[in-house]
């Protein structure tokens, strides 16, 4: 199976700041990597797949990049709704499988 | 408009079943992957099992093979999950999922529905 691990696990930042998200895979996943914000009570949030493909109507301050092992998520200038906790998810297997999640705060 | 609408969860003692259901609509559910995909309380997200399109192909977590199975039918739009010798470990909300093309990211998720495992 697959491994997935997130870095850092939470980070405190400020409005404006550009924050980035870490997330590498145990071995090689090729771009199948996607991106989730979850909000608390909330369902997950599809917010990039395909390592660097943003969803329809996420804001463009969201963005991925990576390939094969290692993967960032850049949010560019952080705002207040963006406040939440983050997932990485890789789909290159049949076992499917997600990090463990980086909290963003205040 | 796409919504997922998951009813069945509850409190259920370890060992005993249960069978959640996703009602699905806004979308052509017979021509989509789904998923089902868990979260303990204050926990991170843990996907669970998929079904393809037309229920010819069905994949798990270690963790719950042999005691979990995922089902659809594509009639009533809609998915299942049967858990059996539920244990402690399997208290969650658990989302119902529709998979995209191409790199199977959820696109779409339902609201949840908490499934609580206790004597």
């Known amino acids: ?32 990597l996607n991106w ?3 909000k608390p ?12 493909s943003l969803q329809s109507g996420v804001p463009s301050r ?7 092992t290692d993967f960032t998520l850049t ?32 | ?19 959640l259901s996703c009602a699905a609509s806004g979308f052509s559910f017979s021509s989509s992957w789904m998923s089902w995909v868990r979260q303990a309380p204050g926990k991170g997200l843990e996907w669970v099992a998929n079904i393809k399109e037309d229920g010819s192909e069905k994949n798990y977590v270690d963790s719950v093979k042999g005691r979990i199975t995922i089902s659809r039918d594509n009639a009533k739009n809609s998915l299942y999950l049967q858990m059996n010798s539920l244990k402690a470990e399997d208290t969650a909300v658990y989302f119902c999922a529709r ?4 790199y199977f990211a959820a696109d779409y998720w339902g609201q949840g529905t908490l499934v609580t495992v206790s004597s």
């Open chain 1, 1 to 32: 199976d697959i491994q997935m691990t997130q870095s850092p696990s939470s980070l405190s930042a400020s409005v404006g700041d550009r924050v980035i998200i870490t997330c590498r895979a145990s071995q090689s996943i090729s771009s199948y």
């Open chain 1, 36 to 38: 989730y914000q979850q």
């Open chain 1, 41 to 52: 009570g909330k369902a997950p949030k599809l917010l990039i797949y395909g390592a660097l």
């Open chain 1, 62 to 68: 969201f963005s991925g990049s990576g390939s094969g």
């Open chain 1, 75 to 106: 949010i560019s200038s952080l705002q207040p709704e963006d406040f939440a906790t983050y997932y990485c998810q890789q789909t290159y297997t049949s076992g499917l499988s997600f990090g463990g999640g980086t909290k963003v705060e205040i």
């Open chain 2, 1 to 19: 408009e796409v919504q997922l609408v998951e009813s069945g969860g509850g409190l259920v003692q370890p060992g005993g079943s249960l069978r």
């Open chain 2, 99 to 102: 998979e995209s093309s191409g």
